[in-house]
């Protein structure tokens, strides 16, 4: 590097200066509210009920943390989330694979129809599906069950018609080989379909991943016992019961948003894929 | 799975072929069928039929009360209320989490080295639960000694019991759903900037374009479709909002956060009255589809698609 | 169903064990029945409750009660009744007073005075005494000629102020009428250097308890038709001159800067007196052991008197005395409902409701068990916990006292709380306010008297 490109690099560095100072300023305020959460979790519950606010743990009470995993039964209520957000996902990937398979490769009588029919079902919201289907989980004695709070959401038609749309981009001529090997719907949809697929499938995986796991009204509605609390309802109800333990409650909200963000870190391209797809679809 | 079925054997009447298609073709597309009947359709007809219904609060002593029950809600000023409460929510929540959400995607739409670690924290708000927003910001928004009011007595800025003040509770409430809705938007946005091709700025510099120009005939209206699906996403969003109301304010003060779907939660499920709730419901669906066509119809007009 | 379940119901009284009626079967633990309890008792009580509950687990080997925390008596309910008829429905719940007519008209309990009776009737069994129950308390949870449910954690409102300060402002004894108070808030405030104040003389809270209570100490029915009790209540009596006394008054102290109104928390008020803020606050006596046990020795500064009121006439006036019932649910079969039972009995003896009082501060069920250890030394200690149940015991015992029996009673309170709040920060007049309480109350009233017929 000559001394006059490093100048010209260390000048353009000195510009950037403002931007930079935006963007961290943009940053700390976005932030602020997890940060003070973060710094709550470890004071020391008496530190609650004094004013002004501290913004560092002076001396940070890190058992909260342990507290969190032991005294309040956190990793109960991460578990029942984790299974409630892993059977919708797998369950949604699923049928929604099947039905957009169907909808692009396959030829039967109303296709089209059928296909509108799906996408009606996302202009009924889902309020109005709230009583009677918590009437439904009632009477199949389903309270209080990993499928009261997984079935009613195993299918989507956001997901079909999010695969839908990759599928009908893949050749047409893939088809017509698997037809001439002698491939069944099923096997050429495994063995072909999926792996060209990859992409897609993350996609509506991570996006129904990210739902589930956040829900809040349904779970609220089908959990009478408290082992089977999902890490939202858990965190919301510990909030108002344990008051004089708001600094574990804070620790363990902590530990249940985690998990979220490093999914959204990890998968964020997959992530946005997912979100974009109704809004550039022109 | 037959495999002669699909394999493109020329037999049979086009009836026979018709059946052969819908039984290869139902195995793909029964599991979501059923449950779509089941979860959504079912649910739909269901709530209808629950609004002509009277029961005891124990869902028994099932009597037709006609329309009354739709009458109640069509007449009743709480209801009504709460329309004007989750209509007024949509504003201090859409409109704030689009503005922000575009300003600090085109804050972090840049090539500057590190500006990943930007987008990602700006971005991270997606994570974020309800339940998680509303316990972080129930303790900011303390009367006593939350941060908030520290933060704004320093500042000169009169403090407020933000949640239990008529005036206050909503848009307290709705500051924590935008804080919640930034990342969404945020990511939706930088990737609408992404898609508007390099050439448009391009030409629009040989013209001599500013950047206020610049922004204003280029980026807008290519990012038109996306504001419009932020936005319509924020509303439905909105519409939807639960559990920030559920854990913050639980409706009041004096119904000032009474939205429509804690309503519909209060009269089912603390009040008992599925009959007066499921009534509610439908009248809701009705004026959400009504909204939803006329969204679509005015964005035809004025959405410039690529 | 419903009959079935009421076949199950007469089997259960004549039978000593009984097959699975109900909703699934017998729940087993190791052996024993298991009886589901579903309560409302989180921190120190929760604590208290668990006590009981591991005493008579280890008190005989039948039964297994096991206690479920469900959040607060709305969120129990909530879940009861969407419970109702399926497996998840416990044997045993802890509800709050006022939704004794719900739970009558649910159909879906068994009253404890069937228990009482066919105790009666089974030689070899010990009977609960019921002469040594709380008798205000009994008359509460009695409908119908019956006792429904068995009172279990009974408390009620009191006034807490510092003591310090009023010996400061010259005041010697607490005040005991609304009027009484807005005098002795004139002398507690007290003003900064700058002229803003930094003392008010009571801090308040929204709850429409507080207007059950003072329309009560007034000797005035809440609801008509002898407040519920003597036929179905249509009406709440709210905008009565009772009820317009209480929101008049409310709306003058806090209008005048001599009160603060800290919102529905009534904790919020309470931590106003504590931290010297205010002057005196009214909360409810269950408030009282968690402030001890947290202050200690420095809790001797904090008073407590009877709740005030405007006066009665002919002392016709006095407390309500609800708290919560424990309640035995019929969908469950006769085995678990036979523990629920014997649980019940073993809660209220004497001796284990002395040491509920000691943990929690809720008064005892039991009369006897005020002068028994160590409920008679905690009295010694904080005499607090003896003033306090002086205005029980001396409440006369009449409708207006008994306490209001109305089927959509949270929906009434959030009509009440409404009405405070117009007064309030609304701008209403406490008549108008009231009358439209009223008026939405009744409508809701007549629509859950029309669903239950």
């Known amino acids: 590097m000559t001394r006059q490109s490093a100048g010209r690099a260390a000048l353009r560095l000195l510009g950037w200066l403002p931007l930079y100072a935006l963007l961290a300023a943009s940053a700390a305020v976005v932030m602020f509210p997890l940060y003070m959460t973060v710094v709550d979790s470890l004071q020391p519950i008496a530190k609650f009920l004094t004013f002004p606010p501290d913004f560092w743990p002076h001396t940070p009470v890190w058992s909260n943390y342990r507290a969190a995993m032991t005294s309040i039964p956190m990793p109960r209520y991460m578990a029942n989330s984790l299974i409630m957000a892993t059977v919708i996902t797998v369950g949604e990937v699923v049928t929604a694979a099947l039905a957009a398979y169907a909808f692009s490769f396959m030829r039967f009588p109303f296709r089209t129809p059928l296909f509108f029919l799906f996408l009606s079902t996302m202009m009924v919201p889902w309020e109005i599906s709230i009583i009677p289907n918590f009437q439904t989980i009632q009477r199949l004695n389903w309270l209080d069950t990993y499928q009261g709070l997984t079935v009613p959401f195993l299918a989507t038609a956001f997901g079909t018609f999010l695969l839908r749309q990759h599928f009908m981009s893949l050749p047409r001529e893939l088809k017509d080989a698997a037809d001439i090997d002698g491939y069944g719907d099923l096997r050429f949809l495994l063995s072909v379909v999926v792996p060209l697929s990859r992409a897609a499938l993350a996609t509506l995986a991570v996006f129904a991943f990210l739902q589930a796991w956040n829900q809040y009204l349904w779970p609220l509605l089908v959990t009478n016992d408290p082992n089977m609390r999902t890490v939202q309802i858990g965190i919301a109800s510990l909030q108002s019961e344990e008051v004089q333990r708001t600094n574990v409650v804070l620790a363990g909200t902590i530990l249940a948003l985690l998990p979220m963000l490093a999914l959204v870190i990890a998968f964020q391209r997959f992530l946005v894929r997912g979100l974009t797809a109704g809004a550039l679809k022109g | ?306 | 169903m419903r009959r079935l379940a009421a076949l199950c119901a007469v089997f259960a009284l004549t039978l000593a064990a009984g097959s699975g009626c109900g909703s699934g079967g017998v729940r087993y633990s190791h052996g024993r029945v298991e009886v589901r309890l579903w309560h409302s008792m989180s921190g120190v009580t929760g604590d208290a409750l668990k006590k009981i509950v591991d005493g008579f687990n280890a008190s005989q080997s039948e039964y297994t009660v096991v206690p479920i925390f469900q959040g607060g008596y709305a969120d129990s309910l909530k879940k009861l009744v969407s419970s109702l008829d399926t497996s998840s429905m416990p044997a045993l719940i802890q509800l709050d007073d006022i939704e004794l007519r719900f739970m009558v008209d649910s159909h879906a309990i068994v009253p404890a005075q069937d228990f009482v009776d066919a105790d009666a009737r089974t030689p070899g069994s010990h009977p609960a005494n019921l002469a040594d129950f709380e008798p205000r308390a009994l008359d509460y949870y009695t409908l119908n000629g019956k006792l429904q449910a068995m009172p279990f954690n009974l408390s009620g409102p009191v006034l807490y102020y510092d003591r310090d300060v009023f010996a400061q402002a010259g005041i010697d004894h607490p005040p005991a009428t609304l009027d009484e108070v807005r005098a002795d808030a004139q002398r507690l405030l007290l003003h900064n250097p700058d002229g803003s104040l930094k003392r008010n003389g009571i801090a308040l809270s929204i709850n429409g308890w507080w207007l059950e209570q003072m329309m009560a100490k007034q000797g005035a029915l809440f609801a008509n038709n002898g407040n519920g009790r003597q036929g179905l209540a249509t009406k709440v009596l709210i905008d009565s001159p009772a009820g317009i006394a209480v929101l008049s008054w409310w709306q003058q102290m806090v209008r005048s800067g001599l009160a603060t109104n800290v919102g529905t928390s009534g904790l919020q008020s309470l931590l106003a007196v504590v931290t010297g803020k205010s002057g005196m606050a009214i909360e409810s006596v269950s408030a009282l052991r968690a402030i001890v046990l947290a202050l200690g020795p420095a809790s001797a500064r904090l008073g407590v008197a009877p709740m005030p009121a405007p006066p009665a006439p002919d002392n016709s006036g006095g407390m309500v005395l609800g708290g919560a019932a424990m309640w035995i649910m019929k969908g469950r079969p006769l085995a678990e409902q036979r523990g629920a039972w014997e649980f019940l009995k073993y809660a209220t003896q004497p001796q284990v409701q002395a040491q509920w009082h000691y943990d929690t501060g809720y008064f005892p069920v039991r009369v006897s068990a005020w002068d028994l250890e160590p409920a008679a030394s905690l009295h010694r200690q904080y005499p607090q916990f003896a003033i306090a149940h002086d205005q029980v015991v001396r409440s006369p015992r009449n409708l207006a006292t008994a306490g209001a029996v109305i089927g959509p009673f949270t929906q009434v309170r959030e009509y009440e709380q409404t009405a405070f709040e117009q007064v309030l920060v609304g701008g209403k007049t406490p008549q108008e306010a009231l009358a439209t309480a009223a008026k939405d109350a009744d409508r809701a009233i007549a629509r859950y008297n029309r669903s239950v017929r």
């Not at chain 2, 500051?175 to 969404?184: A, D, H, P």
């Not at chain 2, 009041?252 to 009474?258: E, H, I, K, R, V």
């Open chain 2, 1 to 306: 799975m037959s495999e002669e079925t699909m394999a493109g054997r020329r037999v049979g009447s086009p009836r026979a072929r018709a059946i052969r298609q819908t039984v290869a073709a139902a195995p793909f597309l029964l599991p979501s069928l059923v449950l779509f009947a089941v979860f959504v359709f079912y649910p739909l007809v269901r709530s209808i039929w629950l609004g002509f219904h009277a029961t005891d609060p124990f869902g028994r002593n099932e009597v037709w009360v006609g329309t009354a029950q739709y009458h109640d809600v069509l007449t009743s000023s709480d209801f009504r209320h709460s329309l004007l409460v989750s209509g007024q929510f949509a504003l201090y929540t859409v409109i704030p989490a689009t503005a922000i959400g575009l300003y600090l995607a085109l804050l972090s739409h840049r090539r500057l080295p590190g500006i990943v670690i930007f987008r990602t924290i700006f971005s991270s708000t997606v994570a974020t639960s309800v339940a998680v927003s509303s316990v972080v910001w129930l303790l900011m928004l303390n009367p006593s000694v939350g941060v908030l009011n520290y933060v704004l007595g320093k500042g000169g800025v009169p403090t407020e019991s933000w949640l239990t003040s008529p005036t206050w509770a909503l848009p307290a409430v709705a500051m924590t759903t935008v804080w919640m809705n930034i990342g969404f938007a945020t990511i939706v946005i930088l990737a609408g900037l992404q898609n508007i091709p390099e050439e448009l700025y391009e030409s629009a510099r040989v013209d001599g374009a500013g950047r206020w120009s610049e922004f204003l005939h280029v980026t807008l209206p290519g990012l038109s479709p996306t504001l419009l699906f932020v936005s319509v996403v924020g509303v439905i969003f909105a519409f939807e909002s639960f559990g920030q109301i559920q854990i913050l304010t639980q409706g009041g003060p004096l119904d000032a956060t009474n939205v429509i779907v804690y309503s519909i939660y209060r009269e089912a499920f603390l009040h008992y009255n599925i009959g007066l709730a499921s009534a509610q419901a439908v009248v809701l669906f009705v004026i959400v589809l009504l909204l939803t066509l006329l969204q679509f119809g005015v964005a035809r007009r004025w959405v410039f698609y690529q």
